[in-house]
Nanobody, 123 residues
Framework: QVQLVESGGGLVQAVGSLRLSCAAS????????MGWFRQATGKEREFVAT????????YYTNSVEGRFTVSRNNAKNTVYLQMNGLKPEDTAVYYC????????????????WGQGAQVTVSS
């Protein structure tokens, strides 16, 4: 069992930056791939990024490639999403999730989810 808690959301102006954190409970955090997803109002939840258990590889959806960076600190049981160059279309609730499948964008492969953090980007 893994419990996830996101933090760091908020309101930011366009081209600004935010860093989301996701703190995990449990001693098996380092064995899970971690993902970030987001859901805008009235839209389906979509994949944003994922990172391997070791942190050695990362994958991003095209719309955030080059602007967002996912990282993790296994000693602190925490995964991060650094978001730079934010755009109004990045406005959404952001979720972190844990999976035993590495490199996947399929949310059905993620077993554990946080409660979400609101990110609002004003123009």
């Amino acid at each position: 069992q893994v419990q996830l808690v996101e933090s760091g959301g908020g309101l930011v102006q366009a081209v600004g930056s935010l860093r989301l954190s996701c703190a995990a409970s449990g001693r098996t955090f380092s064995s899970y791939a971690m993902g970030w997803f987001r859901q805008a109002t009235g839209k389906e939840r979509e994949f944003v990024a994922t990172i391997y258990p070791s942190g050695g590889s990362t994958y991003y959806t095209n719309s955030v490639e080059g602007r967002f960076t996912v990282s993790r600190n296994n000693a602190k049981n925490t995964v991060y999403l650094q978001m730079n160059g934010l755009k109004p279309e990045d406005t959404a609730v952001y979720y972190c999730a844990a999976s035993s499948t590495i490199g996947t964008a399929n949310e059905a492969r993620y077993w554990y989810w946080g409660q979400g953090a609101q990110v609002t980007v004003s123009s």
